[in-house]
């Protein structure tokens, strides 16, 4: 089969995903469509098992995970975090805690190889599950493991979501009926605008070039590479620092691979590794994943809570939006974004109150969500898969 017949084939899958989770206002996950339809046409023979071999995506993933992760720190500046810096702390104890209670059940249960397959992906998102499945491939494990990373990542947020609706509606209709919610949401909504020369400040006809902003995001990519070895750090590691480190000085724009263009092109490389296990696996490999995956995602989903729910209590803010910021880390963006708007929106009674509600909420689950989707999740994936 020619490479672009087989990369479009895979990007039907991703697009049917897309257009369903547009569709469900992201109720119905779109990597959930995608695995799932590969999954089935590659059992009805109706698509080769080496569709993502010959795609090529898994070159394009080899040569852009490095920028990918890189770019990864550059999506919120580092002063944002700063001053979410509980939401960040409750996102990492969230995860913590899940990592723990893995740990010390999913272990003895199954076995060391499923603890790494299902950490990293429940704790995280697409980037974790590649490298976690990437990890898993080249330790050459069974194929009913290889698949446990793409079939959590499939159903985590399954459970997730609706409880965080839960959880959050609650928080808001306490604020509501509180008086607290014009204070809170003005607390929230502060940002500091003073202006801090940064170090490095690019021409504006160099930060708006996409092909030297694309040139910036693979130098840093190669800089982590290169960097690896000598250190024993993971390069997936290194590149996220370099990135918050190299936007914090101005060195590279906020969202920098989206500024380049090549953002789409990158995670249709990421998506393909980790649909790539479910063309190969058989139905009995999938199956066999099965109550690995049901028992990762409940325990899981209880270090998360009970991790978020610790850490609330400890930084003395409410426990419904203490646990709903743990549990962006079975979601992440843009479901954060979407669950919270929501909740406003139907709780609010009128326009101002829904605006004030929306600005007490969504800073905190973006940040939680960003720390563990797109931070924490790639150092858990990293530092897990290497010791396979």
Do not use: C
Not at 293 to 322: E, F, H, N, S, Y
């Amino acid at each position: 089969m020619e490479p672009i017949y087989a990369a479009a084939i895979i990007l039907a899958f991703i697009a049917l995903g897309e257009l369903v989770s547009i569709w469900s206002k992201a109720r119905v996950p779109g990597l959930l469509v995608a695995m799932l339809g590969a999954f089935v046409f590659a059992q009805l023979g109706l698509i080769p098992t080496d569709t993502v071999d010959q795609s090529l995506l898994t070159q394009v993933y080899v040569i852009l995970v490095g920028p990918l992760l890189f770019h990864m720190g550059s999506l919120i500046p580092l002063r944002t975090m700063l001053q979410q810096w509980r939401s960040v702390v409750i996102a990492l104890a969230g995860m913590l805690g899940a990592v723990l209670l893995l740990a010390a059940t999913i272990i003895p249960l199954f076995s060391f190889e499923h603890f790494v397959a299902g950490a990293g992906p429940l704790a995280g998102g697409i980037v974790s599950t590649g490298l976690t499945t990437q990890g898993l491939t080249a330790a050459e494990v069974s194929t009913a493991i290889i698949v446990l990373p793409s079939l959590v990542l499939m159903m985590q947020s399954l459970p997730a979501m609706p409880l965080t609706n839960f959880l959050l509606r609650r928080y808001a209709l306490s604020l509501r009926e509180s008086g607290e919610l014009t204070r809170l949401a003005t607390e929230a909504q502060h940002v500091d605008t003073t202006t801090k020369k940064k170090l490095v400040t690019l021409p504006d006809s160099l930060a708006g070039n996409e092909l030297f902003v694309l040139f910036l995001i693979l130098v840093g990519g190669s800089v982590a590479t290169l960097l690896a070895g000598p250190t024993n750090i993971p390069s997936s590691i290194i590149a996220l620092l370099l990135g918050i480190a190299s936007t914090a000085i101005g060195l590279t724009p906020e969202r920098a691979m989206e500024k380049s263009s090549s953002f789409g092109i990158a995670m249709a490389g990421v998506v393909a590794i980790v649909i790539a296990p479910l063309l190969t696996a058989s139905l009995a490999d999938v199956l066999a994943a099965l109550v690995p995956m049901v028992a990762i995602l409940l325990i899981g989903g209880t270090g998360i809570l009970l991790g978020g729910l610790i850490a609330t209590k400890l930084l003395r803010w409410r426990p419904m939006l203490g646990m709903s910021v743990a549990l962006t880390a079975m979601y992440g963006f843009p479901a954060d974004y979407l669950l919270t708007n929501e909740v406003a929106r139907s709780t609010g009674r009128t326009d101002e109150e829904r605006q004030q509600l929306t600005d007490a909420m969504l800073p905190a689950m973006l940040v939680g969500g960003f720390t563990s989707v797109s931070a924490g999740s790639v150092v858990i994936a990293s530092i897990l898969v290497s010791f396979l």
